[in-house]
């Protein structure tokens, strides 16, 4: 009897994981969380950060924080995904992967490899 309950759970958890449902395969996401990503400069900490509508998709943004004190000084849209609804988001996201400075720009890099300029003095994104 005790076979039959473990054959029912492991045939529970996967139809969970291989659903297709974002809910339930999101625990599994081998993402990079915001935090890994962050780069200080000159006593700024600048960190991606996204956030989700379900009619306009994901936002990705920049935001610039004072390192020391930890108060939040701005943010800027970089870019956002419109979702294809027959289509898994994980599939879609497109995050970013890294941040660096050059010549007084923010060079942001994501997952597909596209990378965008953000001028740090007047916050004007141009895709490269």
């Not at 309950?5 to 999101?26: D, H, K, N, Q, W």
């Not at 960190?47 to 990705?60: A, E, T």
């Not at 995904?81 to 988001?89: R, S, V």
Request: glycine share 4%; hydrophobic share 35%; proline share 2%.
């Amino acid at each position: 009897m005790r076979k039959i309950y473990m054959f029912v759970f492991f045939l529970t958890v996967c139809c969970i994981v291989f659903s297709g449902r974002a809910e339930a395969t999101r625990m599994f996401d081998k993402r990079l969380s915001p935090e890994s990503v962050a780069i200080v400069d000159n006593g700024i900490k600048y960190m991606p950060r996204s956030s989700y509508d379900p009619k306009k998709g994901r936002i990705f943004y920049i935001e610039a924080w004072d390192a020391q004190t930890q108060t939040k000084l701005w943010e800027q849209k970089i870019y956002e995904i419109q979702y294809d609804l027959t289509l898994e988001h994980d599939v879609q996201d497109r995050l970013i992967l890294s941040l660096r400075i050059k010549d007084g720009k923010l060079i942001i890099t994501n997952e597909g490899g596209d990378q965008y300029e953000l001028d740090l003095n007047t916050r004007e994104v141009t895709k490269k």
